[in-house]
């Protein structure tokens, strides 16, 4: 017996050394790397595409790339990262040859992006960078001849790369859960946009609803979106640029609880203006998207019209505590979510330290909220006109004005 006990002693002792051993080595090891091995591809640069790829960009890099004071693609903390994922910044992709990717070829751009594999250094990318395995040709070539284009937004600017410190979760996921994509062997074809259901399950997989409405975002099949765990039906983890956290709502058909009862009129309204039928402002980070076209709008509908109902009701995001003391424009700017965008203290992923002094009067500034696509023609941010009662705007400009005299000196994250 004393001898069993023996054993089962060293035993343990083995295992817990193992396992010691691995964790310290997922802890001081670096992402994978992988070998690279880059096809070629042509791309022309047609006006066609740079404006497709305009509108692209503008749903699927520019959130996450675009910094917020200088409004060019140099890179930004992602305030909207779940803490256990560590800190992390985005890069710089404008076309400056060194800071920037000016000096990459097409082919590593889109070796990159299929595989989410650096193409210089073999390191596989976080999970938090988009990968696109599934998007036609046309439309990942779209998306590179904008960032080569004449577009403000993609011009060099000489901004230094930041170093991210991702977490013991993020290297233990990189190392056991997360491989990069094959290379595709054959091209990627564009759906018929006649045929509703198909480009409607084109654009779910590749505009990120796939990844956001699952069940887990850490089990996303992005090959095969419908072999997803709880497709569709939402109710993963997300933050908003505090990292308050709230869950992804379930847009399956299912009556009860996902969007069984919405028309299609208020499946646009939401997607396109920000709004549910009640009237509530959806919260970042779902984002509206007003680049899409009516026909994109009810593709995705009658797309999610065929998917299996689910039924997971929604679960209650964290809420926000004010001070005792909030004033009348605190309450209003929380009222409405605008510090899910623009933080607590005015800088998120839209930047509140300049808005006083652009806008000097009430009636301005009070037009920039009501009407934000006049000023920033696919802007994320909701038109508040007809949300936010009239008698809200003094104090919620004289709150956005505090914010913005608070931070004017603090330097950009
Ligand atoms: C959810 C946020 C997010 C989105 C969306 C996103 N990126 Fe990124 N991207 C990142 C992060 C974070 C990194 C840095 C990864 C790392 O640390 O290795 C990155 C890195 C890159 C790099 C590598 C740059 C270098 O110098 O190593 C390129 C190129 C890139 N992104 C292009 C794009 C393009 C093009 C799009 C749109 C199709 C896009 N990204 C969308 C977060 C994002
Ligand atoms: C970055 C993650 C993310 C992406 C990408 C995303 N969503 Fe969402 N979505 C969410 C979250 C989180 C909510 C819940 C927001 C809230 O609580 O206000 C939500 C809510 C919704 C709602 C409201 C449902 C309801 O019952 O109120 C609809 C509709 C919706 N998303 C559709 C889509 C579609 C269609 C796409 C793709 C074009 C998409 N979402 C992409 C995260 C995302
Ligand atoms: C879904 C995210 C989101 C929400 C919610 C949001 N905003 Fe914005 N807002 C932005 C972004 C992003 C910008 C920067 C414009 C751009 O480039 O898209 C912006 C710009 C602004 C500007 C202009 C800043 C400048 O320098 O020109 C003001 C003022 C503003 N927002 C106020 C508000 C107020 C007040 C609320 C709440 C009622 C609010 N926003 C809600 C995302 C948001």
Same mark, same amino acid.
């Given at each position: 017996m004393k001898k069993f006990i023996k054993y089962v002693l060293?035993?343990?002792?083995?295992?817990?050394?193992?396992?010691?051993?691995?964790?310290?080595?997922?802890?001081?090891?670096?992402?994978?790397?992988?070998?690279?091995?880059?096809p070629k591809v042509h791309i022309e640069y047609t006006p066609t595409r740079v404006e497709r790829g305009k509108k692209l960009a503008s749903m699927l890099c520019v959130e996450c790339h675009q910094n917020p004071e200088n409004k060019q693609i140099t890179g930004r903390i992602m305030f909207d990262l779940p803490p256990e994922f560590g800190t992390a910044y985005t890069k710089n992709i404008t076309q400056h040859p060194t800071k920037g990717i000016g000096a990459w070829s097409d082919d590593e751009i889109v070796y990159l992006l299929r595989t989410g594999i650096h193409p210089k250094t073999g390191r596989a990318l976080p999970p938090y960078m988009i990968k696109l395995p599934m998007m036609a040709d046309e439309d990942l070539f779209s998306i590179i001849s904008w960032l080569r284009s004449t577009d403000p937004m993609v011009q060099p600017l000489d901004v230094d790369n930041k170093v991210s410190s991702p977490s013991f979760l993020t290297k233990f996921l990189m190392r056991v859960v997360i491989k990069p994509f094959e290379y595709p062997t054959k091209p990627i074809i564009l759906?018929?946009?006649?045929?509703?259901?198909a480009l409607g399950k084109y654009l779910v997989s590749n505009l990120g609803c796939n990844d956001c409405h699952a069940a887990d975002v850490t089990k996303?099949?992005?090959?095969?979106? #419908?072999k997803t765990a709880g497709f569709m039906g939402g109710g993963s983890n997300w933050t908003d640029v505090n990292r308050k956290v709230l869950y992804a709502s379930n847009i399956t058909f299912d009556k009860e609880t996902g969007?069984?009862?919405?028309? #299609?009129?208020?499946?646009?309204?939401?997607?396109? #203006?920000?709004i549910r039928p009640d009237g509530k402002p959806l919260s970042y980070p779902m984002e509206r998207k007003v680049q899409l076209t009516d026909n994109e709008i009810s593709s995705?509908? #009658?797309?999610?019209?065929?998917?299996?109902?689910?039924h997971n009701p929604h679960k209650a995001s964290e809420e926000y505590t004010l001070?005792?003391?909030?004033?009348?424009?605190?309450?209003?700017?929380?009222k409405y979510g605008c510090q899910r965008c623009h933080g607590e203290n005015g800088l998120g992923i839209g930047d509140l330290r300049q808005a006083n002094t652009k806008y000097p009067d009430d009636t301005t500034l009070t037009d920039v909220i009501k009407h934000p696509n006049k000023y920033f023609p696919t802007t994320v941010m909701i038109q508040w006109d007809g949300i936010i009662k009239e008698e809200e705007f003094a104090p919620l400009c004289s709150h956005v004005r505090e914010l913005g005299r608070r931070a004017a000196h603090t330097i950009a994250r």
């Open positions: 060293i035993l343990a002792g083995v295992v817990v050394s193992a396992v010691a051993a691995f964790a310290l080595y997922i802890y001081s090891s670096d992402f994978p790397s992988y070998s690279v091995q880059i759906p018929d946009s006649t045929n509703k259901v996303v099949n992005a090959l095969e979106i #419908e969007i069984g009862s919405w028309s #299609e009129a208020d499946f646009h309204k939401a997607l396109r #203006e920000g995705i509908y #009658e797309y999610l019209k065929t998917v299996p109902h689910l001070p005792a003391d909030a004033t009348a424009g605190m309450k209003v700017y929380y």
